[in-house]
């Protein structure tokens, strides 16, 4: 989303994962996870804040879901 910071990136588990992280506008951390489960399934995690927030991490989702 165009009000969130990237800080730091980086690739886990033997290239499947794709990890960012970074700070939001108001300075939660965030960080969203990218798993390759075949070549056409990603699964997608969001978290806002360190013990989270819904409404935040489903507008993120929903950003994503529009722009692919």
Do not use: P
């Amino acid at each position: 989303e165009k009000n969130m910071k990237m800080t730091r990136k980086y690739i886990e588990n033997m290239e499947r994962n794709r990890v960012i992280m970074g700070k939001t506008a108001e300075g939660k951390d965030f960080k969203i996870s990218l798993e390759a489960k075949a070549a056409d399934v990603t699964v997608i995690r969001v978290r806002i804040g360190t013990f989270g927030d819904e409404d935040y991490s489903q507008k993120v989702h929903d950003w994503i879901r529009q722009k692919f």
